[in-house]
Nanobody, 129 residues
Framework: QVQLVESGGGLVQAGGSLRLSCAAS????????MGWFRQAPGKDREFVAA????????YYADSVKGRFTISRDNAKNTVFLQMNSLIPEDTAVYYCAGDSSSLWRPISSYSSHTSYSYWGQGTQVTVSS
């Protein structure tokens, strides 16, 4: 089993920045890909970004491309989401997710929440106008 714990959420003004962290524990050697999703009130869970644990290849939703950056620190079993130029539409609960399948698939396939086995509890991000 793998446990994921997010941190770093909060309240920020439009145009500001936040850095989210997701710390993995447990059987971290079984993690192959990780992603960030978000869910705003009354809306479906939405893909934000994904990263391969080995090699670091990344993939982003069009809505955050150029503003958000996903990265990882393998030694610390932690994934980060640097969010810049935040807008009110970015307001949501942000979830970290992990995939434990060793079967190779294109990184773009990790935009689906069904690709992930593990989920964190979420961290609230609120962007005020």
């Amino acid at each position: 089993q793998v446990q994921l714990v997010e941190s770093g959420g909060g309240l920020v003004q439009a145009g500001g920045s936040l850095r989210l962290s997701c710390a993995a524990s447990g059987r971290t050697g079984s993690i192959y890909n990780m992603g960030w999703f978000r869910q705003a009130p009354g809306k479906d869970r939405e893909f934000v970004a994904a990263i391969r644990w080995s090699g670091g290849r990344t993939y982003y939703a069009d809505s955050v491309k150029g503003r958000f950056t996903i990265s990882r620190d393998n030694a610390k079993n932690t994934v980060f989401l640097q969010m810049n130029s935040l807008i009110p539409e970015d307001t949501a609960v942000y979830y970290c997710a992990g995939d434990s399948s060793s079967l190779w698939r294109p990184i773009s396939s990790y935009s689906s929440h069904t690709s992930y086995s593990y989920w964190g509890q979420g961290t609230q991000v609120t962007v005020s106008s």
